[in-house]
């Protein structure tokens, strides 16, 4: 089954800088990368996701890069501001298959 | 509320006592999820649920049950919880090839 990987674990920004979480997926069939955040004490939210007839995609200051090539997609957050420390989570799914396989998590910290 | 709700919000039970965690949603989603969330682990597949009557096995399906007798509810059952089921527990559905829309949480505690 499909395989993902996040990196790194956590990761420590200074408020205003940018952060970028990648995660590498083993299945070359997997069509579809949601990302989710989740903060402390609630459930998991989708904030972006792309589909593999796209090499980019942003929404804000947020934005997801996929290299098919090389197995793997990113997490970019620019300008980041405290309200974006959270655990992120990055998962794949093939087409035709609604279970998402997900990556263990990162846990962003935006120092003020 | 449109939405997906999970009840109790927290719960403590003892070991050996069967308890349900409930999940609800509004959408008509045809599927259903229960994850377990722990340190280190992230999120664990327990069950799945395609529609109504129709569920499998994820990663982690011992001592579990779940039904599906409505599409709207997916309810959770430990037969008889232990201390390794301690977690916090997420619902979740989606209506197809999408994001999941996941629902709070319940955090049980098994003493």
């Known amino acids: 089954g499909e395989n993902v990987e996040q990196h790194p674990s956590t990761l420590s920004v200074q408020e205003g800088d940018s952060a970028v979480i990648k995660c590498t997926y083993s299945d070359s069939a997997s069509n579809y990368f949601p990302w989710y955040k989740q903060e402390l004490g609630k459930g998991p939210q989708l904030i972006i996701d792309i589909r593999s007839n796209v090499g980019e995609k942003k929404d804000q200051r947020i934005a997801v890069t996929l290299n098919k090539t090389a197995k793997h997609f990113s997490l970019h957050i620019t300008e980041t501001q405290p309200e974006d420390s959270a655990v992120y989570f990055c998962a794949a799914s093939r087409r035709g298959n609604n279970r998402l396989a997900f990556g263990k998590g990162n846990q962003v910290v935006v120092i003020p | 509320d449109a939405g997906i709700t999970q009840s109790p919000r927290y719960k403590i039970t003892e070991t050996g006592r069967q308890v349900t965690l409930m999940c609800h949603q509004t959408w008509s989603h045809s599927y259903m999820f229960w994850y377990r969330q722990d340190l280190g682990h992230g999120l664990r597949l327990i069950y799945y649920?395609?529609?109504?009557?129709?569920?499998d096995k994820g990663e982690v399906p011992d001592g579990y049950v779940v039904s599906r007798s409505k599409t709207e509810n997916f309810p959770l059952t430990l037969e008889s919880a232990t201390r390794s089921q301690t977690s916090v527990y997420f619902c979740?559905?989606?209506?197809?090839?999408?994001?999941?829309?996941f629902g709070s949480g319940t955090r049980l505690t098994v003493v």
């Open positions: 649920s395609a529609a109504a009557d129709i569920t």
């Open positions: 979740a559905s989606t209506a197809g090839e999408n994001g999941y829309t």
